[in-house]
């Protein structure tokens, strides 16, 4: 097995406070194996960088034009690119002063990163905090991670990782040993929805989560809320009875947030806008569903096990 | 693991007790009754202790008689200039040189010497504290009124209150803080006060200890550096603790007992002046004695007028203490909060409003409050109410500032501190119940003063640190936090004594200083730093204006490092014209103005025999800010990283589009708002500037030393001074553009701190604090979603925690809603109560300029928008 020595990742955030207990510093992952129609990422997905378009702030000043080796940017258009020409090279990101253009993704070596992830230890270590591992799906970039993981071990970072699942078990296995948690993405009921809206295998990701759940790593499930794509009754009660079947007693919720859309008009991307909205969900209902079936769900998620480290 | 003893064991279960009582205690309907009158009265400029001490000169003038009819024209003609140089007309060289020859002839003719002069002051002092009206409120169970007025504004005429004269007129109308005045005031002034002061307050005289004539009218142009000691040093932690320890009768023991071992004076000038300091403090402890008596013998007659027989008793109860304080050690909880609170009544009765700090009140109050307990003669919630009355009455004081003023100081805080908290001697922790306590009575209060610092160390305990949290989730700003250890570090780096700096407390806004012992001057001189940049790079000049040494132009700089050699020359330039104003405004201060009362309060000056202005105290610090840390740092990074190292633009280009304000150069303005490292998201490229400029900032500072023996103190706090700078700033190489507002303390360029709370704390971490001396400011805006419920509690702790282990000296939260901001902008009138934190200090949002008003908005719209989590 050979480990891979950069990452390309998409985002650093620091002060991460509901991606885990306390306070965390989350790494974005470019490249997903699945493509949720309501992906809150549209820009994870391919797994090489990509150019965004921030319209607004263009100043027109017209050097994208210039700069541009493939001739993806008509001079007339600044600041709009032809996505069928572009190469995604990321040359007028650089050259763009207003940022208007911007390259998504970024290639990071292992020290560099070690270091953002370190930045704020003073604050993991008051919090109970760490670095969350997300995305896209960070376990596509598990030969990385393999090299990686080891260096936060080191420094006594914990670590928690957000994942769909949708992969070899294998891949996922070569990290538990350097995982302190798992957060773990259960979407829809059926297989067919499942592929037609994600891309994902469920059988696989069913799979995966019961072989995770026999190991030694916590592992928290979680359920987006779609609203009207997974909240009809029969769909939730069949959900919760899935999980049940291989042994979930807890699950979190994750509300519905559409500010999603607003990033589609930048990408290069076939999504189009759900206009979904969970003004008619009520969670508390679900919650309850789920409870019926034995599974006790929390809203708005929280993580189960945050502790007070002062 | 020894076994505590059993009354030990039972002692901390009642501690446990009383701690879960207070978190039940009801609204305290007193304390409801007192902030709604305090908010309700308004403002009002108050003139009673100008009047009553030009009375007492009068009758007792230094200045002949034969001199009127000159006095007489130069008032005059003095008050046309200082009305023209308000409209922005600055007197002339030859009037600034006529002015300072009268004045000189003046103080010849003064036939008063030092000692006279101190003997003087301390009877005028008495006749004050005699004269005084004295004010009972509605409900109050502390006394002492500092003004004649429920929320007072006193003007010093000795001092700088000649300021004010082109605005007396016009006081109650001006756009920003207007304070109500009456006619017979205006008269007043006009006809008795100013008149009688102009050619004799340390305003007049300071020009004197120069011998740079135009020095003052560079500080009140405010470009380059403001001095702020012209209306009074202040600015100190009195030794409140020997009061209640003593009372005046010990301590007038004290000084009779050094008064007594003089040796003979005459012929030796210096131990004539000890000899007279000893008589004129004497004087002034006798006044105090004589002032609690007067209170005792009002406070029998409102009991006898009291038609309320429950607050008869009340004041009777008063009356009959005040037979005893403040001449007597306190002997109860009470009687020390109130002996406390009158002396600092008296403080102000010879000292300008600003600064004027209670020290670790938590600490030196707690043996009279748990012998009180114990005794039975107290109760929490009795000591809750007790402590409520004293919060509120710190807010009975605002300071005056003349309109330019103002705009350097908007927010009419008179900063008085209060420190809670933090390491005892032997290194133990602090925290006791009265720091519980004094957080639930803030609690119920809410007036913007007294400033509430809390020192925080390993040990501080987690639910003290919640407690702060709940407290300052509400909104209002306070407290604010200080890392002992490092604090203290600087302190002893800066020449403390070790035990001196672990006791430091903080004095006003931000700034640390040795309770009782120290004379810190702390907010002395304001520093513009980005005009120090600005001189380097345009060869000393400011627009067609030399101010500098000549240190080259954009091609005459091949490195970074010759335009930081430049930016040094510049500053230590700078550094010098500020302290000498500084020092002959101090000097201003030691002859013409001594505060022998204040001096019985500090210590040093009885055991020497020196009076504070002159030096009396263990340490007689001055404190200087650098204003616009963010801002230098940025604009270094942003030519480092796009003139040296990428070579996207030469240094010509890029100052080319700096001086044009960047008209027509918005690609190159954008390119370094966006392509450039800053200060504030913890990049190594922007951080090691701002450490390099703190570095060079305080050092350079260290170099000078104050008439009164200690050296200057380098600090980062602003006040509104990164407003009133920033105003006459012109484009710096950070990308902003001229007349924005300066980064405020040690916190980032208003925004740039995209990375969010850690990322901004992490790089304020870096700032090399080994010698900041005077205190620094780091404002954290944290919108209120984010913090709700335990949990939120838990991050403000998480938050000043984590920056605090990375080495982090103080730090401060305004949590606020934008749309509340904006809302109270509108209506200001829903808003009475509203309190932000501005700076170092917190202020009612409506007593703020337009220009902070919207500043603060702005800040908390960046916050929320760095918070959302997109």
């Not at chain 2, 978190?23 to 009754?33: D, S, T």
């Not at chain 2, 430091?504 to 004379?519: A, H, N, Q």
């Amino acid at each position: 097995m050979t480990s891979v020595d950069t990452a390309t990742i998409f985002d650093i955030q620091r002060f991460s406070i509901h991606d885990g207990p306390g306070i965390r510093t989350t790494v974005f992952f470019k490249g997903c194996t699945m493509n949720c129609r309501w992906c809150q990422n549209p820009e994870s997905i391919r797994p090489g960088k990509e150019m965004a378009v921030y319209v607004d702030r263009c100043i027109g000043c017209g050097m994208c034009g210039h700069v541009c080796p493939t001739g993806a940017i008509p001079a007339d258009r600044p600041g709009r690119i032809d996505w069928r020409i572009c190469d995604s090279c990321g040359l007028c990101a650089e050259t763009c002063p207003a940022e208007a253009l911007v390259l998504v993704g970024r290639t990071i070596t292992a020290d560099d990163l070690l270091d953002d992830c370190l930045a704020d230890r003073s604050f993991y270590n008051v919090s109970g905090g760490g670095v969350t591992l997300s995305g896209g799906e960070p376990v596509m970039q598990s030969d990385f991670l393999r090299g990686f993981l080891p260096l936060l071990r080191e420094e006594h970072v914990s670590v928690l990782l957000e994942t769909a699942g949708n992969y070899a078990y294998s891949k996922i296995d070569a990290l538990l040993p350097m995982l302190d948690h798992i957060y773990y993405d259960f979407k829809l009921p059926g297989p067919e929805e499942y592929r037609t809206m994600t891309g994902g295998d469920r059988e696989l990701i069913l799979e995966n989560l019961a072989a995770l759940k026999k190991g030694t790593v916590p592992v928290t499930v979680r359920m987006p809320v779609l609203p009207g794509i997974n909240t009809a009754p029969e769909q939730i009660a069949r959900i919760g009875r899935t999980l049940r079947s291989i042994g979930i007693h807890e699950m979190q919720l994750l509300p519905y947030n559409p500010f999603w859309e607003s990033k589609l008009p930048r990408l290069q991307t076939e999504k189009r806008p759900l206009m979904l909205s969970d003004k008619n969900i009520d969670y508390r209902h679900i919650a309850d569903a789920l409870e019926q079936i034995g599974i006790a769900a929390q809203f708005p998620a929280r993580h189960p096990g945050t502790q007070d480290a002062l | 693991m020894s076994v505590q003893p059993s009354p030990s064991l039972q002692a901390q279960e009642n501690h446990r007790i009383r701690l879960d009582q207070l978190k039940a205690f009801p609204e305290n309907q007193r304390l409801k009754k007192i902030r709604q009158d305090i908010l309700d009265s308004g403002y009002h400029l108050c003139t009673q202790k100008a009047s009553l001490m030009t009375d007492y000169m009068k009758r007792n003038d230094p200045q002949p008689k034969w001199l009127e009819p000159l006095r007489r024209v130069h008032y005059g003609l003095y008050g046309n200039s200082m009305k023209k140089a308000a409209k922005g007309m600055p007197q002339r060289t030859w009037q600034i040189a006529a002015n300072n020859l009268l004045n000189r002839f003046y103080q010849r003719c003064q036939p008063f010497s030092p000692s006279e002069n101190q003997l003087c002051f301390a009877k005028a002092f008495r006749h004050i504290l005699d004269n005084m009206e004295l004010k009972v409120y509605d409900q109050e169970l502390i006394v002492g009124n500092p003004s004649s007025h429920r929320v007072g504004a006193p003007i010093h005429p000795e001092l700088g209150g000649l300021l004010m004269l082109p605005e007396i007129d016009r006081l109650d109308t001006r756009p920003n803080n207007p304070i109500p005045i009456d006619a017979a005031q205006r008269r007043e002034l006009k006809e008795e006060i100013f008149p009688f002061w102009f050619n004799r307050s340390v305003l007049a005289f300071a020009p004197l200890y120069t011998k740079n004539p135009e020095l003052f009218s560079q500080t009140t142009e405010g470009c380059y550096f403001i001095l702020t000691q012209f209306a009074g040093i202040s600015h100190v932690t009195p030794d409140y603790p020997r009061v209640l320890r003593m009372g005046f009768n010990g301590i007038k023991e004290k000084i009779r007992h050094h008064l007594d071992r003089m040796p003979d004076t005459r012929g030796n000038r210096a131990t004539e002046e000890r000899r007279a300091f000893y008589e004129a403090a004497l004087i002034t402890a006798e006044a105090a004695i004589a002032y609690g008596k007067r209170w005792s013998r009002h406070l029998t007659e409102q009991a006898a007028a009291e038609k309320n027989p429950e607050r008869g008793a009340e004041l009777a109860a008063l009356a009959d203490m005040f037979r005893r304080i403040p001449a007597e050690p306190a002997a109860t909880f009470y009687e020390a909060v109130q002996s406390l609170f009158i002396t600092h009544v008296m403080v102000h009765g010879e000292n300008f409003q600003h600064g004027v700090s209670f020290g670790r009140v938590d600490q030196y109050l707690y043996p009279y409050y748990i012998k009180d307990l114990e005794t039975g003669i107290l109760t929490t919630e009795k000591a809750l109410e007790i402590l409520g009355c004293f919060i509120a009455k710190a807010g009975e004081l605002i300071p005056l500032f003349f309109d330019r003023a103002t705009e350097f100081f908007s927010g009419l805080s008179s900063a008085s501190g209060l420190t809670l908290g933090g390491c005892l001697p032997d290194g133990s922790d602090g925290v006791n119940e009265l720091s519980y306590l004094f957080l639930h009575a803030y609690d119920q209060v809410r007036l913007r003063q007294p400033n509430f610092h809390v020192r925080v160390h390993r040990d501080t305990p987690a639910p003290f640190l919640t407690l702060c949290a709940d407290v300052l989730k509400k909104g209002g700003g306070l407290p604010a936090f200080f890392n002992d250890e490092q604090v203290a570090t600087a302190l002893v780096n800066s020449g403390f004594q070790e035990d001196d700096a672990a006791d430091y407390s903080i004095v006003g806004c931000v700034e640390w200083g040795v309770p009782g012992k120290s004379f810190p001057a702390a907010g002395a001189v304001f520093i513009n730093l980005p005009m120090a940049l600005h001189l380097a790079l345009h060869n000393g000049k400011f627009g067609t204006k030399a101010f500098g040494p000549p240190t080259g132009t954009a091609l005459d700089f091949q490195t970074m490092d010759d335009i930081i050699g430049g930016f040094t020359t510049q500053l230590r330039h700078m550094l010098a014209i500020a302290a000498e104003g500084n020092d002959a405004i101090e000097k201003a201060h030691a002859r013409h103005r001594p505060t022998p009362f204040l001096s019985t309060l500090v210590e040093g000056c009885i055991e020497r025999g020196i009076e504070v202005n002159n030096g009396g105290a263990i340490y007689g610090t001055v404190g200087c800010q650098g204003v616009g840390l963010a801002d230098v740092a940025d604009s270094l990074s942003a030519m480092d990283e796009l003139v040296f190292r990428k070579k996207r633009l030469s240094l010509a280009e890029m100052l080319g589009a700096v001086d044009s304000n960047y008209e027509g150069r918005e690609d190159i303005r954008q390119l370094i708002a966006n392509k450039t490292s800053k200060y504030g998201i913890n990049r190594v490229e922007a951080d090691r500037w701002a450490r390099i400029v703190s570095g060079i900032y305080t050092r350079a500072v260290f170099q000078h030393k104050s008439p009164r023996g200690g050296p200057y103190l380098g600090g980062f706090w602003s006040m509104t001074t990164h407003q009133g700078f920033g105003v006459r700033t012109p484009a710096l190489p950070s990308g902003r553009k001229a007349g924005e507002t300066l980064a405020n303390g040690i916190s980032s360029v208003n925004g740039r701190d995209r990375l969010g709370p850690t990322a901004a704390m992490a790089s304020a971490a870096k700032i090399d604090s080994g010698l900041i001396g005077n205190g620094c400011a780091l404002n954290m805006k944290i919108n209120p979603d984010q913090i709700q419920g335990e949990e939120g509690s838990r991050l403000l702790r998480w938050l000043i925690r984590g920056y605090f282990d990375m080495g982090g000296c103080q730090v401060q939260f305004n949590i606020i809603d934008p749309a509340i901001l904006i809302d109270a902008r509108e209506h200001p009138e829903k808003y009475r109560d509203l309190v932000v934190r501005v700076s170092g200090y917190s202020a009612y949002f409506n007593d703020l300029t337009d220009a902070m008003k919207d500043e603060l908005i702005d800040r908390t719209l960046h916050s929320s928008r760095s918070l959302c989590g997109c």
